[in-house]
C-alpha cells in the first residue's frame, strides 16, 4: 500500500465515482473503496487500508452537496419528490 498515493486512490475514484452511484443518486462509498483498492491492488493482508475508505467518504460527501446545490425539476426514482420552486408550495 505504501507506494500507492492519496493522489492515484482519488484520481481512480473520480473516474469510476459514476459507476457506484446507485438508484437514489447516492455513491456508495464502500463499494468506491473496495473496487479502487482492488484494481488499485492496496490490500495490506486481507484488509483495505483506511485511506481508501476516508477518500472514498469524502468524495461522496463532495457529491452529495454538489447535488443538493443542483435546481431539481424531476421526480426520484426513491420517492422523494422536489417541485420546481418554493412558490409552488401550498400552505
Not at 473496495?34 to 488499485?40: F, K, M, P, Q, T
Request: net charge negative.
Amino acid at each position: 500500500m505504501s507506494a500507492i498515493t492519496n493522489r492515484a486512490i482519488r484520481s481512480w475514484m473520480i473516474e469510476h465515482l459514476e459507476e457506484h452511484r446507485d438508484d437514489c443518486g447516492e455513491i456508495n462509498a464502500t463499494g468506491l473503496a473496495e473496487g479502487c483498492c482492488l484494481v488499485l491492488d492496496g490490500y495490506e493482508g486481507d484488509d483495505i487500508p483506511e485511506a481508501f475508505f476516508e477518500i472514498a467518504g469524502w468524495l461522496s460527501v463532495d457529491d452529495e452537496r454538489k447535488q443538493a446545490a443542483r435546481p431539481v425539476e424531476r421526480e426520484f426514482p426513491c420517492g422523494e419528490f422536489a417541485p420546481e420552486s418554493h412558490e409552488s408550495w401550498e400552505d
